[in-house]
């Protein structure tokens, strides 16, 4: 069982954001990793951490706490000073430049642009097999919820699986964005990734 209290005194350098959204479930899978990681609310417990997940759930909210907890700008910091990012879902669009339908403040730190909610209405979620070299051969499974659309990536970016010709999971550097949800599904390769290659 994932004890939350151990992983605050172990002093884990992995950090999950946990305003609103699922954040445990990025924590079962870095357990399932054999890694411990603490829940981050404040500034201050970002001391110390060298990795952070930004999880699915609902930007706008997200926006709101980190606003009122004044996140933002130590947010920013924790990356300038050389932090590495991984956001599922609603943690792209907290780190994209500029957010589209309905526009909103983001972190601003990786060059894409993204359309909230990009796959409409009628299909608000659905789940598909995706491919991508760097992660092995066996097909990614991909859990798509109000998932947005990656609509722009700067020439720093790489696209590292695309689903329907649009860019779905893609790096620049320490940060790393999903817009399906690898925490929903049982495999552990995109956090593999994430702890290895990119953080
Ligand atoms: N549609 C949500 C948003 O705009 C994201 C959905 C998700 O994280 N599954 O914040």
Redesign the pocket.
């Known amino acids: 069982m994932l004890n939350i209290a151990d992983a605050a005194m172990s002093g884990a350098e992995i950090g999950v954001l946990a305003l609103q ?2 954040y445990v479930e990025h924590q079962r899978m870095l357990e399932r990793l054999g890694r411990t990681s603490r829940q981050i609310r404040k500034a201050s417990e970002l001391e110390g951490l060298r990795a952070l997940i930004l ?8 926006v709101k706490f980190m606003e009122e907890e004044d996140l933002m700008q130590p947010l920013r910091d924790f990356y300038t000073s050389g932090g590495a990012l991984y956001g ?4 792209t ?1 907290l780190m994209a430049r500029a957010i589209s339908a309905p526009s909103q403040a983001s972190l601003g730190l990786m060059d894409i642009d993204v359309e ?2 990009g796959y409409g209405r009628q299909i608000d979620s659905h789940e598909s097999p995706g491919a991508c070299r760097e992660l092995g051969e066996e097909p990614l499974p991909m859990v ?5 659309i990656i609509s722009r990536t700067g020439p720093e970016v790489r696209v590292l699986v695309e689903h329907r010709d649009q860019p779905v999971l893609v790096r620049q550097g320490r940060l790393l964005a999903s817009t399906f ?1 690898p925490e929903l599904s049982n495999d552990l390769r995109v956090h593999r990734y994430f702890l290895d290659q990119v953080a």
């Open positions: 959204g699922d999880p699915g759930g609902e930007s706008t909210t997200m599922t879902c609603a943690g669009i909230r909610n798509f919820i109000r998932a947005p949800h």
